[in-house]
């Protein structure tokens, strides 16, 4: 297995998630196969970050406002790829928007969170998004463009206060703080699709949990890549993109 | 706060469980204090290894037997040391035996477990441990030797098949399979009770759960040092270690 390389941290609790959901695929790997002594994992470098930073130095339109942060992202990096890392995961949404930028001298291939959704939207048959994030992933242009190449139209929540709603939740998310914050999701989901007047079809249109904080909220669906409640379809993007990482890992 | 290198991955589920314990501490640590955007969090490296690799090559008493051992974990803390690592924690009891050997080269303080319990046994009057740990820990000298300097006697359950039997809930924990667990301790500690004959007094005589994979049977039990079930005292040593850390990453 190839050793893996975490960009964690940002937040810790979906780190947690990224980091169990890759020791228990290895189990699940490793179940029918012989080998002497405890299952076999991959070894795992994790740089865990401050969110303190990388929130306080987010940048804006303005030209090198990003520089401290994109300093702060490719040292990580630079540090993985120095440890052995021979694929890198970032375990958080946000910074896939500035991956060009944070990969410069990177030679270790990046196992893209935009590429492991697409994938599974595709081999679904889901062509529409609902996508939830943070302020930069909901604001940047890159995830829908993504989402093109896999013939899939992403759309973000319709209202300003419904985009600070969600970012209100993902708030507690890294906290840790679990409570309500399902059902303050549905809620939330309910309020975009009636805003929007949408008559939305849930066997081709899901929610993409767009944070890798956002699944937390849900923690009897944690395993599954996508579940429904109460007729709303969402996509777990923590559990898609570690089963990318993990297939990347063993190939 | 100065940046953790972590040694994980031997095994996974209790290096969730630091990295858990030491991101709540820094939450509670900043509870009162004032500071803009998220929870600042110390930075935390972690190099997870291959439990697979560390129990195949686990030495004997034969001269050198322990070489590729101690060569993993040593290139590894290198590695945390490389990366910038302040302070350095092994996130398992186990390696404290060959601290000696495996720290060779290493220039960062490393947070001893043996250390954090016996600072905990010294502040809580308890002059008795018994210490249930895997193979190495239970024979090899150095916990009781380091809990002497405590005023602390350790001693091991008292036959093969009982040391055996906590080997046993040791791998099953390994693969974080906790069911049943907790109650098949109990009945260990009691079965070493009563085999030694002896009459333990539980304010000053407690159980070691020194391998950090043991305090994971006790899902309700977490987040304390130390906790009573049916009268049996038992110190939690990975709450004790991570709480030592994370005063040793604030000071």
Redesign the interface.
């Known amino acids: 297995m190839k050793k893996i390389g975490m960009l964690g941290?940002i937040?810790?609790p979906s780190?947690?998630e990224y980091?169990?959901l890759l020791?228990?695929l290895s189990?699940a790997y490793h179940r029918d196969k012989c080998?002497?002594?405890?299952?076999?994992?991959?070894?795992?470098?994790?740089?865990?970050?401050?969110?303190?930073f990388t929130?306080?130095h987010r940048g804006s339109s303005v030209p090198g406002s990003w520089h401290a942060w994109d300093s702060y992202l490719n040292q990580a990096l630079r540090?993985l790829q120095?440890?052995?890392a021979q694929i890198i995961v970032i375990a958080s949404v946000t910074p896939h928007t500035r991956l060009a930028e944070i990969s410069v001298g990177i030679e270790v291939p990046v196992v893209s969170i935009y590429q492991a959704i697409g994938d599974y939207c595709r081999a679904e048959n889901i062509d529409k998004l609902l996508l939830l994030g943070t302020g930069p992933t909901m604001s940047s242009p890159a995830f829908g463009q993504a989402m093109q190449s896999f013939a899939v139209q992403a759309f973000s929540p319709p209202t300003d206060d419904l985009k600070a709603g969600t970012v209100d939740i993902i708030?507690r998310l890294?906290?840790?703080q679990l409570e309500g914050a399902a059902g303050d999701i549905d809620d939330l989901v309910r309020n975009c699709l009636s805003s929007e007047n949408l008559a939305i079809d849930f066997t081709t249109t899901a929610v993409c949990l767009g944070c890798t904080e956002l699944p937390t909220a849900f923690a009897d669906e944690k395993n599954r890549p996508s579940f429904s409640r109460d007729g709303i379809c969402y996509l777990n993007s923590t559990v898609l993109h570690a089963r990318a990482v993990f297939e990347a890992c063993v190939i």
């Open positions: 941290g937040g810790w780190t947690i980091y169990r020791c228990e189990q080998f002497d002594g405890p299952v076999p994992m991959p070894e795992i470098v994790i740089e865990s970050l401050s969110m303190n929130v306080n540090r120095a440890a052995g708030h890294y906290r840790n």
